[in-house]
């Protein structure tokens, strides 16, 4: 896919994402997600050129006047999203597929110090959540969503909603039908039934006296 239909489609996912923005010229001159992908469109081109220490300088230049840091080497596909951005950060061997929305805050971390694949892989149309943190070599499945603030060391499964920390699944959608089914809680069943025997002795319980 050529430069300009990426660009386009970027500015696209803008529009989709973001009902604040009002024109094309306001998302090419103040969007800084829009402005941190396409440097790394270039620190890209020239990572994979094998050019040394222009990509990274690029990328630190974009993370000065952005907030966001994307490694040269993170793989990004199109309709790339950044909301905000402040403090997203792209490891280098990160994979992100077509139509991915970060929110700001948002880490794609490593486990390893090895030259290897160490950071997650995000499918098409993933949505992650405010300050949530994906770590190590992961597969984050088509569709799925990340809610603010979780944990995630495991792979997930597409169509998945996550939440916590660690992160688990508590929801997946079917895509024939568009109906989300809910999955067992027992961790929150628990407190549920923790809270409902508390409540049944604080009932048993005689009344408190004034204190005269």
């Known amino acids: ?17 973001d009902p604040a ?13 829009f402005h941190a992908r396409q440097c790394h469109r270039i620190a890209h081109t020239l990572f ?8 990274r300088f690029i990328s630190h230049i974009s993370r000065f006047l952005t907030g966001i840091e994307i490694h040269p080497g993170a793989k990004i596909g199109q309709g790339f ?13 990160s994979v992100i597929g077509d139509n991915v929305t970060l929110y700001q805050g948002v880490t794609l971390g490593g486990t390893s110090q090895q030259h290897v694949k ?8 993933v949505v992650v959540g405010v300050g949530a943190q994906l770590i190590g070599d992961i597969t984050i499945g088509d569709n799925a969503k990340v809610g603010a603030g979780s944990v995630v060391i495991d792979s997930v499964p597409p169509n998945a909603t996550v939440v916590g920390v660690p992160g688990r699944v508590v929801a997946v959608r079917n895509p024939d039908t568009d109906t989300v089914e809910r999955l067992p809680d027992p961790v929150g069943e628990r407190l549920d039934d923790l809270e409902k025997r508390i409540a049944g002795i604080e009932k048993r319980l005689p009344p408190n006296r004034k204190q005269k």
């Open 118 to 125: 160490r950071h997650p892989t995000l499918g098409n149309n």
């Open 48 to 55: 994979r050129w094998h050019i040394p220490f222009l990509p």
């Open 81 to 93: 999203f950044i909301d905000h951005g402040m403090g997203v950060v792209i490891g280098e061997t």
């Open 1 to 17: 896919m050529g430069l300009c239909s990426g660009i386009r489609k970027d500015i696209k996912a803008v529009f989709a994402h």
């Open 21 to 33: 923005a009002v024109n094309t010229l306001e998302v090419l001159l103040a969007y800084p997600g």
